[in-house]
């Protein structure tokens, strides 16, 4: 089992940037898949990116790719979010999740662990 616990969300203006972290428990991070997804009010949870779980295969949503970057660093059982050019509609609550899989899924419901998520705000 794995506990996830996000951070570093908050408020940006447009075109500015964040770097989310997700860091997690136990001792066998490097066998989970890692994952972050979005939701915002009233819409569906929506996946953002993910990454294998030795980092060399990544897949990010078109609507990301281009501005968002998904790294993992395995000592300290962390996965972070680099969120670059962030738009209005990149506000929501972000996700990580992870899933112990030998390829990288996009679809939430294969995840199996979810920390709490952290807000992200941009301003116009």
């Known amino acids: 089992q794995v506990q996830l616990v996000e951070s570093g969300g908050g408020l940006v203006q447009a075109a500015g940037s964040l770097r989310l972290s997700c860091a997690a428990s136990?001792?066998?991070?490097?066998?989970?898949?890692m994952g972050w997804f979005r939701q915002a009010p009233g819409k569906e949870r929506e996946f953002v990116a993910a990454?294998?779980?030795?980092?060399?295969?990544?897949s990010y949503a078109d609507s990301v790719k281009g501005r968002f970057t998904i790294s993992r660093d395995n000592a300290k059982n962390t996965v972070y979010l680099q969120m670059n050019s962030l738009k209005p509609e990149d506000t929501a609550v972000y996700y990580c999740?992870?899933?112990?899989?030998?390829?990288?899924?996009?679809?939430?419901?294969?995840?199996?662990?979810w920390g709490q998520g952290t807000q992200v705000t941009v301003s116009s």
């Open positions: 136990g001792r066998t991070f490097s066998s989970y898949v």
């Open positions: 990454i294998s779980r030795r980092g060399g295969s990544t």
């Open positions: 999740a992870a899933v112990s899989r030998d390829f990288v899924p996009t679809t939430p419901t294969l995840y199996n662990y």
